[in-house]
């Protein structure tokens, strides 16, 4: 089972983890111009980032493209 992640970079990082690096690295307004998402822009949080990126998998990819072109 461990073999088919050793190529994924993004294995044991967190949705969480990666948002809160990209807020940090970004800050908001940064990635609501990166990434055309409303909760990047309009009164923005974790918590509502959390919420829709779980809920939205071509968003949630995305989100991890940026992470790992910024890392």
């Known amino acids: 089972m461990e073999d088919s992640q050793i190529n994924n970079p993004l294995h044991g990082v967190k949705l969480i983890d990666i948002l809160e690096f990209l807020v940090k690295y970004y800050g908001w307004q940064e990635m609501a111009n990166k990434i055309n998402i409303k909760c990047f822009a309009k009164d923005p949080s974790i918590k509502s980032s959390l919420i829709f990126l779980r ?15 910024s890392i």
């Open 55 to 69: 809920k939205t998998p071509w968003a949630r990819s995305k989100v991890e493209k940026l992470y790992l072109d």
